[in-house]
């Protein structure tokens, strides 16, 4: 399979490209930057037409619909698919009338984006539906599931798809894009494609921007309450600030009545709770709840059942986490009351 791609230079077309190679095990990929010249060139040869060509109108503003033309003439049996960040009718008729086969929005999430392209492979067309996310055609192009969330909500906030929200989501956690592209099991390249989209919509010039417009939106806000509520918040981006600690087997972690000066992080190995006889698994949180305490005394005494890697913040790191990151601070609270509710089930 042969794909031509027609897009200005930048991290943008070598994202894009990088997707392309998820069609096709042997897909070969071309990349034309300069527009106007490859289509002042006499038309191609049946054998040096390509299967498909993606052509950015974005970067053909001033006349989108003549570079479609003419990219049809210069390559007569290949399939047209106009690539743009605009979602309004009449810019999308534009490029159809000319003679795109299709309109594959920069926005679209990369299981939807190869969907498109897949139907326009196989000689079908494709448009949009109406402005603003693109939950809907998501679902008619690429038989994906509807993204969790009210579509009006998402609308409501800047016309951001789901996935851009899950991508704003981690962005405001101070993740980098390869963290993000991990949890979000896409690759680094489609969430640089996503920035891109995000920053525009937003009308940011940085990630410190991005971050703090996500910080005030109300969507933003819900998904990282419900995944602090659940218990399941990624503490990735703590680890940077945490001190490593190497502990042996029968080691004292923390007695019961010592003063709580630091919350521990398990990465690796168990720790017993001796009064409860109650062990810790790692990937666990622990030792909030006499940071917290008004005694700020430890409830009982951790003893290493294993070898441990333990990672570690100072009660005041805690403390000023917790009003600084507002997530961080709803899985304390979730944490705690957890915990507690877990030592009155014993007691009961």
């Not at 998402?154 to 963290?179: M, T």
Request: charged content about 20%; proline content about 5%; aromatic content about 6%.
């Amino acid at each position: 399979m042969k794909i031509l791609v027609a897009s200005p230079q930048g991290w943008a077309t070598e994202a894009l490209c990088g997707l392309l190679a998820k069609l096709d095990s042997g897909c070969e990929v071309e990349v034309v930057h300069d527009i106007p010249s490859l289509l002042s060139l006499p038309p191609a040869t049946p054998s040096g037409t390509p299967d498909l060509v993606l052509v950015d109108v974005d970067a053909a503003s001033a006349d989108s619909s003549a570079a479609i033309r003419g990219f049809l003439r210069k390559f007569p049996g290949a399939r047209i698919l106009a690539l743009g960040s605009r979602l309004d009718d009449a810019y999308v008729e534009q490029a159809l009338d000319a003679g795109a086969l299709g309109y594959l929005p920069k926005s679209y999430s990369e299981t939807v984006i190869l969907g498109v392209l897949q139907l326009v492979l196989g000689g079908a067309t494709y448009r949009p539906g109406s402005p603003g996310p693109a939950n809907s055609a998501d679902t008619v192009a690429a038989g994906a599931p509807v993204p969790a969330g009210k579509p009006e909500e998402i609308a409501r906030e800047f016309g951001l798809s789901a996935r851009q929200l899950e991508v704003l989501s981690l962005v405001g956690q101070g993740k980098p894009n390869q963290a993000i592209a991990k949890q979000l099991g896409i690759t680094e390249g489609v969430v640089k494609l996503h920035m891109g989209a995000i920053f525009k919509a937003l009308n940011v010039k940085n990630r410190s921007e991005a971050a703090l417009v996500a910080s005030r939106m109300s969507s933003v806000n819900l998904r990282q309450i419900r995944e602090a509520e659940s218990g399941k918040l990624d503490l990735d981006w703590l680890l940077p600030h945490m001190t490593h600690r190497r502990l042996r087997k029968d080691s004292i972690v923390f007695r019961k009545g010592d003063q709580s000066r630091e919350l521990y992080y398990l990465q690796r190995g168990g720790i017993r709770l001796e009064e409860i006889h109650s062990e810790i698994a790692s990937g666990t949180l622990f030792g909030e709840i006499g940071i917290f305490s008004p005694t700020h005394e430890r409830t009982c005494t951790a003893v290493c059942a294993t070898d441990v890697d333990l990672f570690t913040l100072t009660d005041t790191q805690v403390k000023r986490l917790y009003f600084l990151n507002p997530q961080f601070a709803m899985y304390v609270v979730h944490l705690i009351a957890t915990h507690y509710s877990a030592d009155r089930s014993r007691e009961i």
